[in-house]
C-alpha cells in the first residue's frame, strides 16, 4: 500500500501563513499514544465503511459491503463513544503542537458524527441501500488503480453481497421514513440494473464470455436484479408509512450549526448572509446584463448567454476539457497556487445511478493511497432526458463550473490535502472549506483575470444566486419554516433553473441538512479571512502563500485554517 505523500511546497513570504506543518519539531510525551489511537480508529472505519476505503485507496475491503443491520449502526455508536471518551482522556499538555490540534480536530469531527448518528439518524430514516451499492461498484469500474480483471473480481463480491445490504436496509428503517427518500430511492434502483449490465458487459471483453468469472458474475448480477426488484416493490408497497417531515426543527438545526463550528456564525446570522448575498448577486447581475445590451431585459440577455452551448452533450465534454485546461494553465502562470506533483483529472459523464441527485457536475478526489491517482470530474447530460438540459451547459457555465470543481476549485483543494500525513485530518468533514474553496476559486479567478468577461460573469453571479438560494432554503427548510414545493417554487424563481435540475437540487437538501449552505457560507468566510491576514502581514502578505498554507493544512474547517494562518497545528512552533 503506497500513501503517494508529497512534502508541502514553501509558502513563501507570508508571515505566519507559510509556515503550516514543515518542521515537525520535539514530540511529546503523548504523541505515540494519540497516533496508535487515530490509527485504530482509521482501521475500525476502513472495516465499518469498505466503499470508503475503496475512496481512500485501501483495497483490503473492496469485495464487501457494510454491515447495514440496526444492530451493528447502533454497535458503531458505542465505538464512537468510546473513542470520543478516549480523547477527552488524552492530557493536551502532553502533545507536541500538531497532535494537539489534531486531536481537536478528531474531537470535533467525533462529535458531528455522532451528532448524524444520534439526532439526525438518518440510517433508520432512509434506505439508501442504491447509494452505497451504486459507489462501491462505481469506484472500482472507474478508478484504475488495478487491472480490470481484479478490479471485476471484486465487482463480483460486492453484487453478490448486494441481496443481504438491501434487506438489512429493509429491516433498519423505523417509523420516521420520509416518503420523498423512498420516491428518490425508487427512481435510483431503476437506473441500477443497467449499470449492472454495463458491468458484466466489460467483464465479457475481459474474461471471455464461456470463462467461470463471467459466469459468476453473471449469476451474482442476476441475483442482485432479483434483489433489487424486491426492494423497490418493498419501498412502493410501504410509502405510505412515510411522512414529508424531514427537518430537524429549529433547536436541532442551531444544535448542528453550532458543531459546524463555523466562526461563532449563528442560524439567523447564516440566513441573513444568505438574504444579503442574494440581493447582492442579483443586483450585480442585472448591472451585468444592461452592460451586454441595455436595450433587452435580464431575461432575455441571461436566455441569449444560456443559448451559446455546443451542439451536444460530446461536444460539451470536450468543452469542459478545455476549459479546464486553460482554467489550470492560468494558474501556473498567475502563480495563484502550486500545483501538487503528478495530479491528473479525467472528465467522465455522469453514472445514471447519480444524475437524479447530482444534476449538474460533481467532483471524486483522489484516492489517498492509490499510487498515480487522480480526480474524477463528473458531468450530468440531464435529468430524466430534460430536453432543454444543454442549456445550463452554455459555455460562460462551463467555464465556470470548470474553476469550481477542477482548477483551482477542487481538484487541486482536495488532491492537495490528500498529500497531508495526518490520519486526523483524512477524517474530517469540512464542507465549508471545501465547498466554499471552490466558490472561493470562481471570484478569485476572475479577480486575476480569467474568463472575465461580461457573458462570463452574468453566469459567475447567475451561480452565486443559485447558493445563496442555497443558503436560504438550508436554514428554512430544516427548522421547518417551508416545505419542498415551496422550496422548489423559490430555486426556480430566483435561478432560472429548469423545474427538473431545481427539483433534483431541493431533494438532495432535503437530507443534507447544513451542508448546502457551505458553497457560498464558505466563500463569504473565505473573503472574511483572506482580508484579516492582509491587514495582519500588510505588505507580507502573498496570495499564493494564503492559498497554499491552507491548501497543503488538509480540509480543515475554516475556523481551523484560520489558526493555521496562525501558527498552530505545527511542531515549529
Given at each position: 500500500m503506497t500513501?503517494?505523500l ?5 509558502a513563501g513570504?507570508?508571515?505566519d501563513?507559510?509556515d503550516g ?8 510525551p503523548?504523541d505515540?499514544?494519540f497516533?496508535v ?13 469498505p466503499?470508503f476505503?475503496?475512496f ?7 469485495g464487501?459491503?457494510s454491515d447495514s443491520?440496526?444492530?451493528a ?8 463513544r ?6 477527552d ?8 503542537p ?8 478528531a474531537?470535533?469531527?467525533?462529535r458531528r458524527?455522532l451528532?448524524?448518528?444520534?439526532e439526525h439518524?438518518?440510517?433508520?430514516r432512509r434506505a ?11 469506484l472500482?469500474f472507474a ?9 471485476l473480481?471484486s465487482?463480483?463480491?460486492?453484487l453478490?453481497?448486494a441481496p443481504?445490504l ?9 417509523h420516521?421514513?420520509v416518503?420523498?427518500w423512498d420516491e428518490?430511492?425508487?427512481?435510483t ?10 458491468i458484466?458487459?466489460a ?12 459466469a ?5 448480477s442476476?441475483e442482485?436484479?432479483a434483489?433489487?426488484?424486491v ?5 412502493r408497497d410501504t410509502?405510505d ?12 438545526y ?5 458543531l459546524?463550528e ?5 442560524s ?12 447582492a448577486h442579483?443586483a450585480?447581475r442585472a ?6 445590451d441595455?436595450d433587452a431585459t435580464e431575461?432575455?440577455v441571461?436566455?441569449?448567454?444560456k443559448?451559446d452551448h ?8 470536450e468543452?469542459y476539457?478545455e476549459?479546464m485546461a486553460?482554467?489550470?494553465?492560468h494558474v501556473?502562470?498567475?502563480d495563484?497556487?502550486?500545483?501538487p506533483?503528478g495530479e491528473n483529472?479525467?472528465?467522465v ?6 444524475r437524479?441527485v447530482?444534476?449538474?457536475a460533481a467532483?471524486f478526489?483522489?484516492a489517498r ?8 470530474y463528473?458531468?450530468t447530460p440531464s435529468?430524466d432526458?430534460e430536453?432543454r438540459a444543454?442549456?445550463e451547459h452554455n459555455?460562460a ?9 477542477a482548477y ?5 483543494q482536495l488532491?492537495t490535502?490528500m498529500?497531508?500525513p495526518s490520519?486526523?485530518r483524512l ?5 465549508e472549506?471545501v465547498e466554499?474553496w471552490?466558490?472561493?476559486s470562481?471570484?478569485m ?5 480569467f ?9 459567475l ?11 436560504i432554503l ?10 419542498v414545493p415551496?422550496?422548489i ?5 430566483h435561478?432560472?433553473f429548469e423545474r427538473?435540475?431545481?427539483t433534483?437540487?431541493v431533494?438532495r ?6 451542508y448546502?449552505v457551505?458553497?457560498l ?7 472574511r ?7 495582519r502581514l ?6 499564493k502563500a494564503f492559498h497554499d498554507a ?6 480543515l474547517?475554516?475556523?481551523?485554517q484560520r489558526?493555521v494562518l496562525a501558527?498552530e497545528?505545527?511542531n515549529?512552533?
Amino acid at each position: 500500500m503506497t500513501t503517494g505523500l508529497a512534502s508541502p511546497p514553501d509558502a513563501g513570504d507570508a508571515g505566519d501563513a507559510g509556515d503550516g506543518d514543515r518542521t515537525e519539531g520535539p514530540r511529546g510525551p503523548l504523541d505515540d499514544q494519540f497516533e496508535v489511537l487515530i490509527k485504530r480508529r482509521f482501521d475500525e472505519l476502513v472495516k465499518r465503511y469498505p466503499v470508503f476505503a475503496t475512496f481512500l485507496g485501501v483495497h483490503s475491503e473492496d469485495g464487501r459491503l457494510s454491515d447495514s443491520s440496526r444492530e451493528a449502526t447502533e454497535h458503531s455508536i458505542v465505538d464512537d463513544r468510546h473513542f470520543l471518551a478516549d480523547l477527552d482522556l488524552l492530557d493536551p499538555e502532553g502533545l507536541s503542537p500538531r497532535m494537539r490540534f489534531d486531536r481537536e480536530l478528531a474531537i470535533h469531527g467525533t462529535r458531528r458524527g455522532l451528532f448524524d448518528l444520534e439526532e439526525h439518524r438518518l440510517w433508520e430514516r432512509r434506505a439508501s441501500a442504491m447509494d452505497e451499492i451504486g459507489d462501491g461498484l462505481f469506484l472500482l469500474f472507474a478508478r484504475d488503480f488495478a487491472p480490470l480483471q481484479e478490479r471485476l473480481s471484486s465487482m463480483t463480491s460486492r453484487l453478490e453481497a448486494a441481496p443481504e445490504l438491501m434487506r438489512q436496509h429493509r429491516e433498519r428503517v423505523g417509523h420516521r421514513r420520509v416518503r420523498l427518500w423512498d420516491e428518490i430511492e425508487i427512481r435510483t434502483a431503476a437506473s441500477m440494473p443497467g449499470f449492472f449490465d454495463e458491468i458484466t458487459a466489460a467483464a465479457a471483453d475481459a474474461w471471455g464470455i464461456d470463462s467461470p468469472e463471467q459466469a459468476r458474475l453473471l449469476q451474482a448480477s442476476e441475483e442482485a436484479k432479483a434483489a433489487v426488484a424486491v426492494y423497490t416493490a418493498w419501498l412502493r408497497d410501504t410509502l405510505d408509512q412515510g411522512d414529508d417531515d424531514f427537518a430537524l426543527g429549529r433547536e436541532r438545526y442551531d444544535r448542528l450549526v453550532e458543531l459546524r463550528e463555523f466562526d461563532g456564525l449563528t442560524s439567523d446570522e447564516i440566513l441573513t448572509i444568505g438574504e444579503q448575498q442574494l440581493a447582492a448577486h442579483k443586483a450585480a447581475r442585472a448591472e451585468v446584463a444592461r452592460s451586454i445590451d441595455a436595450d433587452a431585459t435580464e431575461a432575455e440577455v441571461l436566455a441569449r448567454v444560456k443559448a451559446d452551448h455546443p451542439a451536444d452533450f460530446d461536444a460539451a465534454l470536450e468543452a469542459y476539457r478545455e476549459s479546464m485546461a486553460r482554467a489550470r494553465q492560468h494558474v501556473i502562470d498567475r502563480d495563484l497556487a502550486t500545483l501538487p506533483e503528478g495530479e491528473n483529472l479525467a472528465v467522465v459523464p455522469t453514472p445514471p445511478y447519480l444524475r437524479n441527485v447530482l444534476p449538474f457536475a460533481a467532483y471524486f478526489a483522489p484516492a489517498r493511497f492509490d499510487p498515480d491517482s487522480g480526480g474524477m470530474y463528473l458531468v450530468t447530460p440531464s435529468v430524466d432526458g430534460e430536453p432543454r438540459a444543454m442549456l445550463e451547459h452554455n459555455r460562460a457555465s462551463i467555464s465556470n463550473t470548470s474553476i469550481h470543481e477542477a482548477y483551482p476549485g477542487h481538484h487541486v483543494q482536495l488532491a492537495t490535502a490528500m498529500r497531508h500525513p495526518s490520519l486526523a485530518r483524512l477524517l474530517v468533514d469540512a464542507p465549508e472549506f471545501v465547498e466554499g474553496w471552490g466558490m472561493y476559486s470562481e471570484q478569485m479567478m476572475r479577480e486575476q483575470g480569467f474568463d472575465d468577461s461580461p457573458e462570463h460573469l452574468l453566469i459567475l453571479h447567475t451561480d452565486a444566486i443559485w447558493r445563496a438560494a442555497r443558503i436560504i432554503l438550508d436554514v428554512r427548510m430544516h427548522r421547518g419554516d417551508i416545505d419542498v414545493p415551496e422550496a422548489i417554487d423559490l430555486l426556480v424563481e430566483h435561478t432560472g433553473f429548469e423545474r427538473a435540475n431545481a427539483t433534483a437540487e431541493v431533494h438532495r437538501y432535503t437530507s443534507t441538512p447544513t451542508y448546502q449552505v457551505s458553497y457560498l457560507l464558505g466563500k463569504v468566510m473565505l473573503l472574511r479571512l483572506r482580508e484579516d491576514e492582509q491587514r495582519r502581514l500588510g505588505d507580507r502578505f502573498s496570495l499564493k502563500a494564503f492559498h497554499d498554507a491552507m491548501l497543503y493544512a488538509g480540509s480543515l474547517p475554516i475556523s481551523y485554517q484560520r489558526r493555521v494562518l496562525a501558527g498552530e497545528g505545527s511542531n515549529g512552533r
